[in-house]
Nanobody
Framework: QVQLVESGGGLVQAGGSLRLSCAAS????????MGWFRQAPGKEREFVAA????????MHADSVKGRFTISRDSAANTVYLQMNSLKPEDTAVYYC?????????????????WGQGTQVTVSS
């Protein structure tokens, strides 16, 4: 059973940066996918980025390309989301998620395990 714990959220001014961390405990398969999603009040949960734990291949949503970068530290069992050039519209609760089975990375219901979420607020 995999457990995920996020950290690193907070309040930042527009144009600033934050780095989110997601520490994973438990056994993961070689094909394990770790993703970041976000959900703003009144909106659906949306895909932000994902990474293949084994190969390191990544995917980023168009809305964050060039500003956000997902990465992993296998030794620390941790996935990161580096967020630069933050905008007020990036304000949301950010969730880390994991899935063990082959399916579309961008669909939140394909993920079996979720963290508790961390709030990111970007002021204008």
């Amino acid at each position: 059973q995999v457990q995920l714990v996020e950290s690193g959220g907070g309040l930042v001014q527009a144009g600033g940066s934050l780095r989110l961390s997601c520490a994973a405990s438990g056994r993961t398969s070689n094909s394990y996918i770790m993703g970041w999603f976000r959900q703003a009040p009144g909106k659906e949960r949306e895909f932000v980025a994902a990474i293949n734990w084994s190969s390191g291949s990544t995917m980023h949503a168009d809305s964050v390309k060039g500003r956000f970068t997902i990465s992993r530290d296998s030794a620390a069992n941790t996935v990161y989301l580096q967020m630069n050039s933050l905008k007020p519209e990036d304000t949301a609760v950010y969730y880390c998620a994991g899935k063990a089975y082959a399916s579309r990375w961008v669909v939140p219901t394909n993920y079996e395990t979720w963290g508790q979420g961390t709030q990111v607020t970007v002021s204008s």
